[in-house]
Structures are given as C-alpha cells and as structure tokens.
C-alpha cells in the first residue's frame, strides 16, 4: 500500500526547484514569461500594479515632464523598482513643461486645493499626457521586442482626466496594436478599480507606500490639500491606515 500513496503523489517527481516555485510564488498563475513595461509613476497606483504583475515586467518607465512632483516620484519609483530587480528608465519629456499648459508645470503655488472631482482641478490636467507617454512605450516596446505595456489609470481619474477613461484606452489600445508590427498590447486591469481598492489590494502585496509620493504640490511633505493629496488620504483610510503615518 505504501508505494502505491507514492505513486499518486506527482509532486514527487516533479524537479526540486520546480516543486519550490509552484508552492510558494502566486505569480506563477501568469503563464508568460517578462514581456511587459510598464508605465511607472511612482505614485500609489502604478506602484501597486508594479507589485501585482512583477513576474510579466520587464521593463517600467518613468517619464519626466517636468512637473512639480516628478523628481520625488520619480526616486520613488526608482526605490521600489531597485527592491524587486527590475530594470528602471526615466525618459526625459522635457518639451511639455516648457510648451504645454497646466498648473501642474508652473510651481507649488499655482496648484488648487479642494477634490478631483471640483472643476478647479481642471487646470492640473497636463493635456494628452497619457496619450504621449504611451506612444513613446510603445515604440520603446517594440523596440525591446516586449509584447505587452501596462497603465495604472483607475476610475477615480475618470471626472477629470479624458486619457484615463475607458474610450481613451481602448482606442489607444486599437492604435497601438495597429501601429506595430508585433501587435502588441496594452492592459489597463485598474481601470474600473476605485484608489481605495487598489490600496487594499497593494497592502497584501506587501506595498510599503511611505516610498510613494503624490502631491502636486512637490513639497518634502505631502501638503494635505490638493486633489492627489485628498485622494490619497481618503484611500488609505479606506484601506484602513492613519494618513498622517504617509505624509
Ligand atoms: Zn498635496
């Protein structure tokens, strides 16, 4: 009887290393190997997705475009990126500071307070931004012969920002797959996600958001009072954090 239980136990003849990875990795649910870039900011968001899908990603990028915040997300990003070994770019746009229109581009002092979802929020859209940064990730893709690239817009983004919402990338997905020889594709899984439970979902992930940053303010702290900032608070009270702990 003994050596018939050892037979019907397969994990016995599976490799030792093998047998270790589908015990204990649950990324292993994704059957691709690392074919994806990711659109990286190093706000809460594209952090968490960076987390949820590090065994597809490649590649994640940060664009700098001059906004105020940019080099503290930025560094965070690079921070979270260098703990998980993947490969880390930031790509300067530094044409849309000087040429494009938003508060955003213009300093601390010209950023309004109040909700994202008040119309004074408006003037911190930077125009077509997710439209230009996924047009250069896509020629960066295929260029690196990835297959796929992600986006962490969600559906908080939706009021204002026109390139966060659902039309927009899948449009942006149709052109991109058109416009490359690989056909390659783009995944927006947060898109219908609320903030506050992305939040959730990155506290089981093991996400440690002190290393993300998100005022658009750009100050050492967060200011407390703009629409990043607002949002923020109110999803990681969501996600059942003290904010102040995050600031
Ligand atoms: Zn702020």
Redesign the pocket.
């Known amino acids: 009887m003994g050596i018939v239980e050892h037979h019907h136990d397969n994990s016995l003849f599976l490799p030792a290393k093998e047998k270790e990875l589908v015990l204990t990795d649950p990324m292993v649910q994704f059957p691709r190997s690392k074919d994806t870039l990711l659109v990286l900011s190093g706000g809460m968001d594209s952090t968490t997705m960076l987390y949820e899908y590090r065994s597809r990603i490649a590649l994640a990028v940060t664009f700098i475009y001059g906004s105020n915040h940019n080099q503290r997300e930025a560094d965070c990003a690079r921070w979270h990126c260098e703990r998980l070994g993947i490969e880390h770019l930031m790509i300067p746009l530094g044409f849309m500071a000087d040429y494009f229109e938003s508060s955003l581009l213009k300093g601390a002092g010209a950023i309004p307070a109040g909700h994202y979802d008040d119309s004074n929020m408006r003037s911190t859209v930077v125009p077509f931004r997710n439209g230009i940064m996924l047009s250069v990730a896509a020629g960066l893709a295929e260029s690196r012969k990835l297959h796929t690239l992600m986006l962490a817009n969600h559906a908080g983004d939706h009021a204002i920002y026109p390139d966060c919402r659902p039309p927009f990338v899948n449009a942006m997905a149709k052109a991109i797959a058109e416009g490359t020889y690989d056909r390659i594709e783009l995944l927006c899984p947060y898109t219908n996600l609320t903030k506050g439970e992305i939040v959730k979902r990155g506290i089981e992930l093991g996400v440690d958001y002190h290393h993300t940053y998100s005022?658009?303010?750009g100050s050492e702290k967060?200011?407390?009072?703009?629409g990043?900032?607002t949002e923020r608070h109110e999803s990681l009270a969501e996600a059942g954090l003290d904010p102040a702990d995050f600031d």
């Open positions: 005022c658009y303010r967060h200011c407390g009072n703009c990043t900032c």
